[in-house]
T-cell receptor
Framework: AQSVTQLGSHVSVSEGALVLLRCNYS??????LFWYVQYPNQGLQLLLK??????LVKGINGFEAEFKKSETSFHLTKPSAHMSDAAEYFC????????????FGTGTQLKVEL | KAGVTQTPRYLIKTRGQQVTLSCSPI?????VSWYQQTPGQGLQFLFE???????NKGNFPGRFSGRQFSNSRSEMNVSTLELGDSALYLC???????????FGSGTRLTVV
């Protein structure tokens, strides 16, 4: 079954430091990959998506992710963390031909410290 | 442009009761999906509707059902509620396949 694995359920960084949230996917066909963010008591907000147009994807709030087929990875990065980035982040996949069903990773809680 | 609207935001029900949750998608979006989010199981896919037809269904018991109306609004129903049905239920709509979803703020269901 197609899935995504997020390494690290909790990540803590200092304000101004690099943010790196890891996501690996397993899919036998080209996937569509997404990163979502969830703030407390809110729904999910789309940060960025990979749909095979370009391997480096830029999203909102300064986030970006690079699709690496050889590593089956789609890690999320941000050069400089801000306090407002503290939230839970989910990687998700839609498999081509599998309908419009999102399969989510288990999430990574990002903590930003002063 | 209005986002995805879910009503109600919060709901408390008793075991054995049934509940109906409502979702209004973004105007023009014909694909609507529902997800259940719990601390133990994470985000799990319930079902997807497109043009009033259920296109995909997750691995949930038959107590969970849904439908979509001609204006793309969707409802999901849970009958014979169990304590384990307590969760955040998220609705999402999409313009087209593989395009990504826009999520609503969710309905927090508590079963007591």
């Amino acid at each position: 079954a197609q899935s995504v694995t997020q390494l690290g359920s909790h990540v803590s960084v200092s304000e101004g430091a690099l943010v790196l949230l890891r996501c690996n996917y397993s899919s036998s066909v080209p996937p569509y990959l997404f990163w979502y963010v969830q703030y407390p008591n809110q729904g999910l907000q789309l940060l960025l998506k990979y749909t095979s147009a370009a391997t480096l994807v830029k999203g909102i709030n300064g986030f970006e992710a690079e699709f690496k087929k050889s590593e089956t990875s789609f890690h999320l990065t941000k050069p400089s963390a801000h306090m407002s980035d503290a939230a839970e982040y989910f990687c998700a996949v839609i498999v081509t031909g599998g309908g419009n069903k999102l399969t989510f990773g288990t999430g990574t809680q990002l903590k930003v410290e002063l | 442009k209005a986002g995805v609207t879910q009503t109600p935001r919060y709901l408390i029900k008793t075991r054995g009761q049934q509940v109906t949750l409502s979702c209004s998608p973004i105007s023009g979006h014909r694909s609507v999906s529902w997800y259940q989010q719990t601390p133990g199981q994470g985000l799990q896919f319930l079902f997807e509707y497109f043009s009033e037809t259920q296109r995909n269904k997750g691995n949930f018991p038959g107590r969970f059902s849904g439908r979509q109306f001609s204006n793309s609004r969707s409802e999901m129903n849970v009958s014979t509620l169990e304590l384990g049905d307590s969760a955040l239920y998220l609705c999402a709509s999409s313009l087209q396949e593989n395009y990504g979803y826009t999520f609503g703020s969710g309905t927090r269901l508590t079963v007591v």
